[in-house]
């Protein structure tokens, strides 16, 4: 039934291209796509490059993502970006709670809660980000720590609201340290979710990405597990060449 989904490959560019870099970047990844392949494909440059980016891919089929975004509409908030601002520069999507601002930017499931409701709210598609540290998985809290984090992250929202979102599921040690977790340790945890999903967020069939050290190599493979929908790729989404690589396999 899941597999019925049409996968999502997202590129998360982090703190990496200047303007320049980024249009490049989407200019090459535009021209390489192969038409047709039942694959989505959204890109997360930096928030001083969206609108760059968005130039480049407009009427392409890749979409424009965030890489974060704040809960608040305006306002006396200096350096922070509204949900607004983002969908009005054209993002379709965005992150929220990745591991990286949870770990030096104080994340936590209150807040990832407050912005994904604020994303909803404006019209956003929110790529939801979960996912144990390596001491967690040793002390055989994996599914305890992803669960909470599901269940905090996603609280309370509107009727409906559900279906709009995505989640990403990342083991925090396999994220851009080369080490991927196997398509078995994926796909326990991806049906651990997908099982939480109807209570939580009213929907069992949205997309679940992996995340953490995807390659054009060992995409096939986890893409190929019954519960992985797609992935969230950092480091191997910043060259066009590995970035298709991995939207090739999925397709
Ligand atoms: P990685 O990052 O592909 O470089 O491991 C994934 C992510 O952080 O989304």
């Known amino acids: 039934m899941t597999k019925a989904l049409t996968p ?10 200047t303007v320049p870099e980024a249009r490049a970047l989407a200019r090459e990844i535009r021209q390489g796509l192969s038409p047709s392949r039942g694959v989505e494909v959204a890109v997360a440059p930096p928030y001083t490059a969206l609108a760059a980016v968005a130039d ?12 974060e975004v704040f809960w608040e509409k305006q306002g006396a908030y200096t350096g922070a970006i509204s949900p607004l601002m983002l969908t009005d520069v054209g993002c379709h999507y965005v992150i929220i709670g990745h591991s990286e601002r949870r770990q030096y930017f104080g994340e936590t499931d209150e807040t990832v809660n407050r912005k994904v409701k604020a994303a909803l709210e404006a019209g956003l598609f929110p790529i939801v980000c979960v996912g144990e540290t390596l001491e967690q998985r040793e002390q055989g809290r994996t599914f305890a720590v992803v669960e909470k984090q599901i269940r905090q992250g996603l609280a309370a929202l509107a009727p409906g609201q ?3 979102l995505v989640i990403a599921y990342e083991p925090v040690w396999a ?7 196997t398509p078995d340790q994926a796909q326990e945890v991806h049906k651990l979710i997908r099982g939480l999903l109807p209570e939580v967020a009213g929907a069992a069939d949205l997309r679940i990405l992996y995340g953490g050290s995807v390659t054009p190599d060992n995409a096939g493979e986890l893409m190929g597990q019954p519960d992985i929908n797609g992935a969230l790729v950092g480091g191997a989404s910043l060259k066009a060449a590995s970035f298709l690589g991995i939207i090739n396999a999925a397709g």
């Open 8 to 17: 999502l490959i997202a590129g998360n560019w982090k703190m990496n291209k």
């Open 175 to 181: 994220i851009g340290t080369g080490k991927t977790a």
């Open 162 to 164: 559900g279906e709009r």
């Open 56 to 67: 480049e891919i407009a009427g392409s089929p890749i979409k424009l993502a965030a890489q």
